[in-house]
């Protein structure tokens, strides 16, 4: 074996990873792993075999080198889950204490005394995941802008438990989930103090080596039937009094959607509501979606048998009809409305997670992306027809857990953490930077979007198919944040695994 042997190791292994870096291939971080890995067994190897007379010397140095790095990683290294999205390991020595905020065990609260039952000026309403019609879509901005000239004012900031839940706002209430110990909470506070009003508890657990532990669900709020609704990471449907937290009723989706499994990744839909029921995703496999009567939880209609996904069932108008759209493990279906009878279906197959969002666009057009190497697709969802026309099938944006929001004639979306810009008509991309990581966005009116970065601050950009436009940056949260921002009205809120704060913005 020649002497180049390890350079050309080297430049084959290197190349093969820096073009996997610089484009940001899904696959990126288990390659560091798998060819760090391969390139240290071939010059291993190399290093073995190239000297006769000695091999069988450097054979046994070599293996025993070989399990004293196995044995090191095996009692000396701690594995502390995805550093970020791209599942890049986050190490540490096993002696070494833990970083996480100590919260107590929290059980069932009643709903506690608070100021007068009135909403702080500014505050709107924000009922649900990507706001009240689940589309991503805010109001135009009641806050000033510019937020170096006019900083937003830090009302409160509390130790929250672990969880990749957001939340949802209506009245002076936020309300959350997230993980005590072994009980999967739901909790309401005081946006006026960040005090805790009151709290429902279930004993579940959820917990997975990469994203770790807690619900992942935003819950949703019926203001006027003063109620809530929340999925928790293993399939507990609650439907929860607003104002005191008590328990109405509960539901096992899993169970009730014939599933024989739960999602790798922990059930992280949020519920839908229409005028009488309360619509679900359900499990990895059996139903695709649950319908239960809102009032007593009776189940009204189970549909599909395709299982469901990580993204959440939302009602859209496509081809003159109003319609439940919703993402499956292997497809993406229109369903009536009343009943879930099946109207079209768009065979989606592949096996890594869906999480974004269908967006309609226009009167008969749906924008579904992802990403692990799945296409996105612009869909024609035609009036009668159970097959709809694919528009274009393109690379582009490749999003892993947000969803894209559009402007005009252009889609802007975290693509495998790096915001890009994309022209509907064609599927190309037009730009791509500004590294948010793999964090979250929602559309603020027509001239803003939100950006929710995986490493903590929040980002406003202007969105212009010409480049990226960053107006005004906030350093809101200081660790791995996978959880959607909470716009409502002026008032701001933000949370990750270990702390939520809200802020106050100024007024226009």
């Known amino acids: 074996m020649p002497p180049l042997f390890p350079l050309l190791t080297t430049v084959l292994l290197g ?13 990126r971080s288990l390659a560091v792993v798998l060819l760090g890995g391969l390139w240290l067994l071939l010059n291993g190897l190399w290093w073995v075999l190239r000297k006769k007379g000695v091999r069988l010397k450097r054979l046994a140095v070599f293996v025993l080198g070989a399990v004293a790095v ?20 986050q190490l540490a020595f096993k002696w070494q204490k833990k970083v996480a905020p100590v919260v107590p065990m929290l059980g069932e609260v009643k709903a506690q005394p608070s100021l007068a039952d009135v909403a702080p000026a500014g505050l709107r309403d924000m009922p649900r995941f990507l706001g009240e019609k689940g589309d991503g879509v805010l109001p135009a901005a009641e806050f000033a802008t510019d937020w170096a000239a006019k900083a937003p004012r830090e009302v409160w900031r509390i130790q929250i ?43 579940a657990q959820f917990n997975e080596l990469m994203g770790g532990e807690g619900p992942r669900s935003v819950p949703t709020v019926d203001s006027v039937a003063g109620r809530v609704f929340t999925m928790g990471a293993m399939g507990h449907l609650n439907c929860l009094d607003l104002f005191t937290g008590e328990k109405k009723w509960q539901r096992e989706v899993l169970k009730d959607g014939g599933a024989t499994r739960n999602l790798e990744w922990g059930k992280s839909s949020s519920p839908l509501l229409t005028a009488s029921q309360v619509i679900c995703s359900a499990g990895d496999d059996g139903a695709s979606l649950i319908a239960y009567d809102r009032q007593t939880g009776e189940t009204a209609w189970k549909a599909g048998n395709d299982g469901g996904s990580y993204a959440s069932p939302v009602l859209l108008t496509l081809a003159g009809k109003e319609q439940i759209v919703t993402v499956n493990r292997g497809s993406v279906t229109g369903h009536e409305v009343g009943s879930g009878e099946v109207l079209w279906s768009f065979d989606w197959p592949g096996m890594f997670p869906k999480v974004a969002q269908p967006l309609a666009l226009g009167e008969n057009q ?17 009036a009668g027809s159970k097959t709809p026309r694919v528009i274009w099938a393109e690379s582009n944006p490749r999003t892993k857990f947000s969803s894209a929001s559009v402007f005009g004639d252009h889609a802007y979306a975290i693509d495998e953490g790096t915001l890009c810009c994309v022209n509907l008509k064609t599927g190309e991309r037009t730009w791509r930077e500004g590294r948010y990581g793999f964090g979250q966005q929602i559309r603020v009116g027509n001239d803003l979007l939100l950006i929710q970065t995986e490493k903590g601050p929040a980002v406003l950009v202007k969105p212009s198919p010409e480049k990226l436009i960053e107006i005004s940056r906030l350093d809101a949260l200081k660790s791995k944040t996978w959880n959607p921002p909470t716009l409502a009205g002026r008032w701001l809120l933000l949370r990750n695994d ?11």
């Open 15 to 27: 190349s093969l990873l820096t073009w996997m870096w610089m484009t940001d291939n899904v696959m």
């Open 70 to 89: 196995v044995m090191f990683f095996r009692f000396a290294v701690r594995y502390e889950g995805s550093a970020d999205g791209s599942a890049w390991p």
């Open 161 to 203: 438990g672990p969880g990749w839940s957001g939340f949802a706002v209506t009245g002076h209430r936020a309300i959350t989930q997230e993980q005590r110990g072994e009980l999967e909470c739901v909790t309401c506070y005081d946006i006026r103090d960040g005090k805790l009003l009151w709290s429902h508890t279930d004993q």
């Open 366 to 382: 749906l924008l579904i992306t992802s990403s692990y190497g799945l296409k996105s697709h612009l869909l024609e969802i035609s």
């Open 498 to 508: 270990r702390e939520a704060v809200c802020y106050e913005l100024a007024e226009k």
